[in-house]
Each structure stands twice: as C-alpha cells, then as structure tokens.
C-alpha cells in the first residue's frame, strides 16, 4: 500500500470515526490523497463535474425520491394500508403481515429503504401497538426488516447506483430483483406468523370480503405506478431516467387531483425535503467520483484480480466471501457507499469470473439493504427511533430473527442465479 493511499485511508476512517457525515469524509479524504500525491487538488472538482456530466441516469435519483416523497405526503400510504388490511389483516399475525405486504407494495413506487420506513413505519406501527395487541420493540423490528424489501422491487435508487459504476442493464435489474423481493416478503411473513402463534398476538376483526373490492379500487391507481414504470422502460417508451420523472408526475397526479390530498404548501414542503436528501445523496456520490479515480490510480482493482487467479477462486468461494465482507461492512457503512466505493472493486473480477453482472447486482443490493438492519449501525433502525421515539434496545433485541431469515434468503438468491435471473431472460435478457 502506497503511502498516499494509507494517508487517505487513515483520513478517511479518522472523520468517519469521530462522526463527519460520510460524503465529506470521502470528499476530504481524497483531497489529503491528491496533495501527498503532489497531484493538481482541482482534479477533485474535475472528476465531480465528468461523473455527473457524463452520467444522466443519476437524474432518476432525485425524481425517485420526489416520487416517494409525494407518496408519504399525498394520504396514498394510507389508501394502500386500508388495502392491505383488508387483504391480509384476517391471518394469525394480521398486522405483521399487513406490515410486509404494505413495503412489498410501496417499494414499487418509492425505490427507497428510508422512504419506506419513514412513510409506512409510524402508522402501521401505531396501528400494531394500539391497545398492546404487539409489543413497540417488535412492531418497530418488523417496519425496519419489510422496510429493506423498498429498493429491490422496481424502483430502486441503489440499483441505478449500482448500475452507475457497473453498466448492467438497468431494466434487467430492475426484473431482477421482483423475485428476491417477493422471496424477502415470503421468508418475513413466514416468521412473523411463527413468532405470532408462539407469543399468541391477538387476531384482528376481519374485514368483510364483500369491502375488499372497494378498498382495492380505491387503491388500484396507486398500485398501478410499478406496472407503468417497467412497461415503460421494457416497452422502448422511456429510460429509466425518463421512467423516474413519468412516476415523480404520475404521483403528482394521484395526490394533488385525483385524491385532492396534496395543497400547494404541502408540495414545496415535498420539494425541500427532497432536495436535502438528493443533496445528500450527491455528496456521497461526488465524493465516490473522485474515489475511484484514486482506485485506478493505486491499480487496486488489477491487483485484486491478480490476487483471486493466482488462488484459483471458484465463482462461488468469490460471491460467498464478498457477500461476507459486505455483510460486516454493512454494519457500520451505508449501502450508497458499499455500492458506489466497494463494489466497484470487484467488478472486474466478477468479470473474469463469469460471474453475471445483473445476478451480482442484485446480490450487492439486496445484503447492503440487510446492513441497513444489521446491529449496530444500522440506519433504519435509527429511523424507526426517530419516528416512533421506540428505545433503540428494544428494536434490536426483536430484530435479529427477521435479519436470520433474510440472510437466508440471499443465500438462496446467491446459490440460484437463474431464480434471479429467469424473469430478466424471459424479457430477452442474454445474461
């Protein structure tokens, strides 16, 4: 390791270490890097501008988020919650399910982890806790483990990152990751109804089937925005960048007109939250823009591979060893800095490995989303606590059975490339 190279290490886990936000530890960190270098410190501004210049699907991102924004603010969450109430609150477990559902859900218009905890999570979990039908610890573990299921089903603003620094087929990811969304679903579904039956959680008053059809037309709009994003991608109408602002516009529509839910300050209020949180996303991905102009500059990726074929690494041993090492990153990093800082990394070796880009992709995305609930960082845990005001100890003592069965189901997804991949191949995928 070159001494540039530890010098810029050693900056950037000292910031991170004392609490910076992790986009300036990257940002200052590659500065300290360029000046031991004796390299031109403008550089930092020229690699920021090329990346965002040269990359317009990173457009999607900011329209992804107005999308799930107006979402929160325009009373849909509510209209889908009623729905899924009356579709699956009958079962032991009732509301449990209602939680898992609503995520498998609204991931298909959010495309985001924190959106989805932060829009669903204080009404279901009121809803679970009223009258201690559920205990907070538990209600608040469940809202942050369906939560994780919001980028894997389209849309997904961690797979546009991942495309970003991989070049895979956005729509191909985005089919991809339809089943191991609907896998997570299953798997913490599964669980909840075990931990109900075992803790005997009171069974909720059943909806009658005839309101069902009711609830579902007053929903059906809403549920329509997934559908209308990948026919519009796979139907040759729109990019993926354009399919973000037909699903910004589209829920605009559903809020302000066709449910009257959303006044004119309600609107700049969703465009100010909106562009803090692009704002925040941009600084992490400048950051990582001139990261990995460090990262070419050190050969790290070339030695890495060198490495793996001088070990003759199978497929497997490879996948197996880096899904373990985003797993314990996850604990204390993002999932935008794994996809955008480590991942990047491996990419060539993935490559020489044979390794399918897309089945890779929605590997990394689905274990950084798992770190997203991992013990002791993991930042839907914070959400929740700042929401709902639960004691950050007794979420992480009710989530670790539903982080169990979600590493289980990666390991299905990492053994079954083809579970992964069939719906991408049924659409002319050649992966």
């Known amino acids: 390791m070159s001494f540039e190279l530890l010098s810029c290490l050693l900056t950037l886990f000292v910031l991170a270490g004392i609490g910076t936000p992790i986009g300036y530890s990257i940002l200052l960190a590659s500065l300290m890097y360029l000046g031991v270098a004796g390299l031109d410190v403008a550089l930092a501004g020229e690699k920021i501008l090329q990346g965002f210049y040269k990359s317009t699907i990173l457009l999607a991102v900011p329209l992804f988020i107005v999308a799930a924004n107006i979402m929160n603010a325009g009373s849909i969450t509510d209209r889908l919650l009623n729905f899924c109430v009356a579709a699956v609150g009958r079962f032991k477990g009732g509301l449990g399910h209602v939680n898992v559902v609503a995520s498998l859900i609204f991931s298909g218009m959010s495309g985001s982890a924190v959106a989805d905890a932060a829009g669903i999570g ?44 991989s070049k895979a087929s956005i729509g191909s990811l985005f089919l991809a990751g339809i089943l191991p969304g609907l896998i997570m679903g299953v798997v913490l579904m599964a669980m909840n109804y075990y931990l109900a039956g075992k803790r005997n959680f009171a069974l909720e008053e059943p909806i009658p089937l005839r309101e069902l059809p009711a609830k579902t037309a007053n929903a059906f709009p809403a549920l329509l925005m997934p559908a209308i994003l990948l026919y519009g991608i796979y139907g040759g109408v729109t990019t993926p960048t354009e399919a973000a602002a037909v699903a910004a516009f ?33 600084v992490v991905i400048g950051g990582a823009f001139i990261l990995n102009f460090i990262v070419i500059q050190e050969q790290i990726p070339q030695s890495i591979s060198a490495l793996l074929e001088g070990s003759d690494v199978s497929p497997i041993v490879f996948l197996i060893l880096v899904n373990l090492l985003i797993l314990a990153l996850g604990c204390v990093l993002d999932a935008t800095t794994i996809i955008l800082v480590i991942v990047p990394l491996f990419i060539p070796t993935c490559e020489a490995l044979g390794i399918d880009l897309v089945h890779f992709g929605v590997l990394v995305v689905v274990n950084s989303m798992i770190g997203l609930i991992t013990p002791p960082y993991g930042i839907l845990l914070f959400v929740i606590n700042a929401v709902t005001d639960i004691p950050l100890r007794e979420i992480i003592s009710e989530i670790w059975a539903f982080l169990a069965v979600l590493i289980f189901a990666l390991v299905i997804m990492m053994l079954m490339p083809d579970l992964v991949l069939w719906l991408p191949r049924m659409f002319g995928y050649q992966g």
């Open 250 to 282: 589209y829920a605009l529509l559903l809020a302000a007109f066709f449910y009257r839910a959303l006044s004119f300050r309600g609107l700049y209020q969703v465009f100010v939250d909106s562009a803090r949180s692009s704002a925040a996303v941009g």
């Open 122 to 165: 204080k009404i279901i979990i009121e809803m679970m806790t009223k009258d201690g039908r559920y205990s907070r610890g538990y209600a608040a573990a469940i809202t942050a483990a369906s939560a994780t299921i919001g980028p894997i089903i389209p849309p997904s603003i961690p797979m546009v990152l991942y495309a970003l620094v």
